[in-house]
């Protein structure tokens, strides 16, 4: 089988799958976390709303979903953002998401077209930033790193734009 | 805006290319308001007089606007060479400055359309995927300006950093490696219409196609007939229309054929391929000469095709495909188009050989052993997620609402979606040989990808918690082209492909566009 032919090759070569995980910065969780809570406070004050109005009891059912269901999907997306992670490589940049459905991106230096370094407003309060890279071939991001400090954004991407001769933009 | 900067001499295009604006607004609006028309055709045809004239005129004042909206967009494209790089300013309504770097054009083709052939007269198209979705077309300069034009770009597209490629550049001496006879495009046409007759025949989908262009068409040619129909409605009884879909039924299964073939004729007759250099040309068309170039590095793949009827001729057509903005190739949208890939038709056995080993140095296409995917997994995944749910929904329905006989269709189903599954299954497979890394698909035909391994843009690997259990993973190859996707492989060989991409990738500094 030709593929077993390689195998030897294959395995003096780095192993991406091998490479330690840099967890997000710690600010990152407590980012994600306050996201949340403006999104599921206004919710949840919102839902009183029908009882208020009614004046029924079994109206009030309504909050406690709105509160299991924040609960389940805000401690969801805070464990997502906890496992996200990012490694640097001589060569490369690896990123990699997911709490079940686990994804690994590798994206080597001398094919990214394009960097670019972003942060909303709750990132700002926070000192975070959005790290994309582009490549050629897709016109989506191809790949989105959130939860960097701004500084530690910064510092990749200097890493990268001294690697390869690449545009960047802010 | 519109002052002429000093210093740069702004060129129009001829007068004649006022066609071209009007064929090409033609197109548009066929493209967009096809319903609208049949929707239009069908009032008129049960119109009255007076109401007949009222389209009429409208129709009338829809021919003006557009030949003076040509007219206009004519006046308004202008276009200027400035050291390396071509501007274009063009738009009547949206007004564009277009500045593209000659090392960013991908492709430029001269095509001689009936008519500008009479005045002298080309169309010069340059696509230049990579900066944003976007074509130029210079419609009507003269062919000997084009021909240079064409020169100019090519030699200045990228700063040959390799010598022997340089000096292989400057001996240029045309070498034919390929025409195609008459009888062969028409082969080229049988095959590429092979799926669109499927659908009329099974009308179900199944396999790993690129059904798109097919569906498009077919599509197309479901309005023209359903506009048919509302046509014979109008003038009469219900046997007389059925009799009109029957013929047409029967018409469609012999036509369509005929029409792909014709079709083909017109596009590739006199088919030659020859290199010059590292360009390949590519030289064909009956009425209209198309006139292609590419260079040899920015192939990015190179896809053999072959379908049903292409395996009964045992023919393979061969795409070269080049890098291409926004193909949402994962998206399953439209496919990259016939502008970014280069088409070798209906190629025996012996000739594939030596034209992907022609395309890609060193690679040996006769050594591929594929390795399969694991078959539990993948047809689990299809019968659970595409078979059983509308299966399921539709046998249950007609069992539960019309008659309970409907139950038998359950295992029959389910049995020929088995069989699909596990035709599909065969066909997949992936391997490694060289520097090349191969990537087939297929249901009755197959469709494989060779590409160069240090050409990959990026590599994603996923697994579910079920594939982390069972070692196995999702691969996902992509490409400056089009995206690959290998399901359910085993995670070692998923490991193994990335880790020796990359090294191919950051071990060199050739470059890949």
Same mark, same amino acid.
């Given at each position: 089988?030709?593929?077993?032919?390689?195998?030897?090759?294959?395995?003096?070569l780095?192993?991406?799958?091998?490479? #330690?995980?840099?967890?997000?910065?710690?600010e990152?969780?407590?980012?994600?976390?306050?996201?949340?809570?403006?999104?599921?406070?206004? $919710?949840?004050? /919102?839902?009183?709303?029908?009882?208020?109005?009614?004046?029924?009891?079994?109206l009030?059912?309504?909050?406690?979903?709105?509160?299991?269901?924040?609960?389940?999907?805000?401690?969801?997306?805070?464990?997502?953002?906890?496992?996200?992670?990012?490694?640097?490589?001589?060569?490369?940049?690896?990123?990699?998401?997911g709490?079940?459905?686990?994804?690994?991106?590798?994206?080597?230096?001398?094919?990214?077209?394009?960097v670019?370094? %972003?942060?909303?407003?709750?990132?700002r309060?926070?000192?975070?930033?959005?790290?994309?890279? &582009?490549?050629?071939?897709?016109?989506?991001?191809?790949?989105?790193?959130?939860?960097?400090?701004?500084?530690? !954004?910064?510092?990749?991407?200097?890493y990268?734009?001294?690697?390869?001769?690449?545009?960047?933009?802010? | 805006?519109?002052?002429?900067?000093?210093?740069?001499?702004?060129?129009?295009?001829?007068?004649?290319?006022?066609?071209?604006?009007?064929?090409n607004?033609?197109?548009?609006?066929?493209?967009?308001?096809?319903?609208? *028309?049949?929707?239009?055709?069908?009032?008129?045809?049960? !119109?009255?007089?007076?109401?007949?004239?009222?389209?009429?005129?409208?129709?009338?004042?829809?021919?003006i606007?557009?030949?003076?909206? %040509?007219?206009?967009?004519?006046?308004? &494209?202008?276009?200027?060479?400035?050291?390396?790089?071509?501007?274009?300013? %063009?738009?009547?309504?949206?007004?564009? #400055?277009?500045?593209?770097?000659?090392?960013? *054009?991908?492709?430029?083709?001269?095509?001689?359309?009936?008519?500008?052939?009479?005045?002298?007269?080309?169309?010069?198209?340059?696509?230049?995927?990579?900066?944003?979705?976007?074509?130029?077309?210079?419609g009507?300069?003269?062919?000997?300006?084009?021909?240079?034009?064409?020169?100019?770009?090519?030699s200045?597209?990228?700063?040959i950093?390799?010598? $022997?490629?340089?000096?292989?550049?400057?001996?240029?001496?045309?070498?034919?490696?390929?025409?195609?006879?008459?009888?062969? *495009?028409?082969?080229?046409?049988?095959?590429?219409?092979?799926?669109?007759?499927?659908?009329? !025949?099974?009308?179900?989908?199944?396999?790993?196609?690129?059904?798109?262009?097919?569906?498009?068409?077919?599509?197309?040619?479901?309005?023209?007939?359903?506009d048919?129909?509302?046509?014979?409605?109008?003038?009469?009884?219900?046997?007389?229309?059925?009799?009109?879909?029957?013929?047409?039924?029967? $018409?469609?299964?012999?036509?369509?054929?005929?029409?792909?073939?014709?079709?083909?004729?017109?596009?590739?007759?006199?088919?030659?391929?020859?290199?010059?250099?590292?360009?390949?040309?590519?030289?064909?068309g009956?009425?209209?000469?198309?006139?292609? %170039?590419?260079?040899?590095?920015?192939?990015?793949?190179?896809?053999?095709?072959?379908n049903f009827?292409?395996?009964?001729?045992?023919?393979?057509?061969?795409?070269?495909?080049?890098a291409?903005?926004?193909?949402?190739?994962?998206?399953?949208?439209?496919? +990259?188009?016939?502008?970014?890939?280069?088409?070798?038709?209906?190629?025996?056995?012996?000739?594939?050989?030596?034209?992907?080993?022609?395309?890609?140095?060193?690679?040996e296409?006769?050594?591929?052993? &594929?390795?399969?995917?694991?078959?539990?997994r993948?047809?689990?995944?299809?019968? /659970?997620?595409?078979?059983?749910?509308?299966?399921?929904?539709?046998?249950?329905?007609?069992?539960?609402?019309?008659n309970?006989?409907? !139950?038998?269709?359950?295992?029959?189903?389910?049995?020929?979606?088995?069989?699909?599954?596990?035709?599909s299954?065969?066909?997949? /497979?992936?391997?490694?040989? /060289?520097?090349?890394?191969?990537?087939?698909y297929?249901?009755?035909?197959t469709?494989? +990808?060779? &590409?160069?391994?240090?050409?990959?843009?990026?590599?994603?690997?996923?697994q579910?918690?079920?594939?982390?259990?069972?070692?196995?993973?999702?691969?996902?190859?992509?490409? $400056?082209?089009?995206?690959?996707?290998?399901?359910?492989?085993?995670?070692?060989?998923?490991?193994?492909?990335?880790?020796?991409?990359?090294?191919?990738?950051?071990?060199?500094?050739?470059?890949?566009?």
């Open positions: 089988m030709a593929f077993v032919n390689l195998q030897l090759a294959i395995d003096d780095p192993a991406a799958a091998e490479i #330690e995980m840099e967890p997000m910065s710690a990152y969780r407590r980012e994600v976390l306050s996201q949340q809570f403006i999104i599921w406070i206004p $919710a949840l004050l /919102g839902s009183f709303l029908p009882f208020v109005l009614a004046q029924r009891y079994f009030l059912a309504i909050p406690v979903i709105v509160l299991l269901l924040g609960l389940f999907i805000g401690s969801l997306v805070v464990r997502m953002s906890g496992v996200k992670g990012i490694a640097l490589r001589e060569h490369d940049i690896a990123y990699r998401s709490l079940y459905w686990r994804k690994t991106v590798v994206l080597a230096f001398n094919r990214v077209q394009h670019e370094v %972003s942060s909303g407003p709750l990132q309060k926070f000192g975070l930033a959005t790290l994309k890279f &582009f490549t050629a071939g897709g016109s989506s991001v191809d790949l989105k790193v959130d939860g960097l400090a701004r500084e530690r !954004a910064e510092q990749i991407r200097a990268v734009l001294g690697k390869s001769d690449v545009a960047d933009s802010e | 805006m519109t002052n002429t900067d000093p210093g740069v001499n702004w060129q129009r295009t001829s007068p004649v290319a006022v066609v071209f604006f009007l064929f607004a033609a197109r548009q609006f066929v493209n967009n308001g096809l319903p609208a *028309i049949v929707v239009i055709l069908a009032a008129y045809a049960s !119109a009255s007089d007076s109401n007949q004239s009222l389209i009429q005129a409208a129709l009338l004042l829809a021919i606007i557009g030949i003076l909206g %040509s007219v206009l967009a004519w006046l308004r &494209f202008r276009f200027c060479i400035i050291d390396d790089r071509i501007l274009v300013r %063009s738009g009547v309504l949206h007004r564009e #400055e277009l500045s593209v770097d000659f090392k960013r *054009i991908q492709n430029i083709s001269i095509r001689e359309p009936f008519y500008t052939r009479p005045f002298g007269l080309a169309l010069l198209s340059i696509d230049t995927a990579g900066s944003g979705k976007k074509e130029i077309v210079l009507g300069i003269k062919k000997d300006v084009a021909v240079s034009l064409r020169k100019t770009i090519l200045k597209a990228r700063p950093d390799d010598n $022997a490629e340089s000096e292989q550049d400057t001996q240029a001496d045309p070498s034919l490696l390929l025409s195609r006879s008459g009888k062969d *495009i028409a082969i080229y046409g049988l095959t590429i219409n092979f799926i669109f007759w499927l659908l009329i !025949a099974i009308g179900a989908v199944f396999g790993a196609y690129d059904f798109s262009e097919e569906v498009f068409m077919w599509l197309a040619a479901k309005i023209q007939i359903q048919l129909i509302s046509f014979a409605q109008g003038d009469g009884s219900l046997i007389s229309s059925a009799l009109i879909i029957l013929g047409l039924g029967l $018409a469609m299964f012999l036509l369509l054929p005929l029409i792909s073939v014709i079709g083909a004729l017109f596009r590739h007759y006199g088919y030659r391929l020859s290199i010059e250099g590292e360009t390949y040309r590519k030289n064909s009956l009425l209209s000469r198309h006139d292609e %170039s590419l260079k040899r590095h920015k192939i990015q793949a190179v896809v053999l095709k072959q009827v292409a395996r009964l001729f045992n023919r393979t057509n061969i795409q070269l495909r080049v291409s903005a926004g193909t949402g190739a994962d998206q399953g949208q439209l496919p +990259t188009g016939p502008k970014s890939t280069f088409l070798v038709p209906a190629l025996h056995p012996e000739e594939v050989m030596d034209l992907t080993s022609e395309f890609l140095p060193a690679c296409m006769g050594k591929t052993k &594929f390795s399969r995917i694991n078959l539990r993948f047809a689990a995944f299809k019968l /659970g997620l595409a078979v059983l749910p509308p299966v399921l929904l539709v046998t249950g329905t007609l069992t539960l609402l019309v309970w006989k409907f !139950a038998a269709m359950l295992p029959l189903a389910v049995g020929t979606a088995c069989a699909a599954i596990y035709r299954w065969q066909k997949l /497979g992936y391997a490694v040989v /060289g520097e090349y890394g191969f990537v087939r297929g249901f009755i035909g469709k494989t +990808t060779v &590409f160069p391994l240090f050409k990959v843009q990026r590599v994603d690997i996923r579910s918690p079920g594939q982390r259990r069972k070692g196995l993973a999702h691969l996902n190859i992509h490409l $400056a082209s089009h995206s690959l996707k290998i399901p359910h492989m085993p995670v070692k060989h998923a490991n193994a492909m990335r880790d020796l991409m990359l090294f191919h990738v950051e071990s060199t500094d050739r470059p890949w566009y």
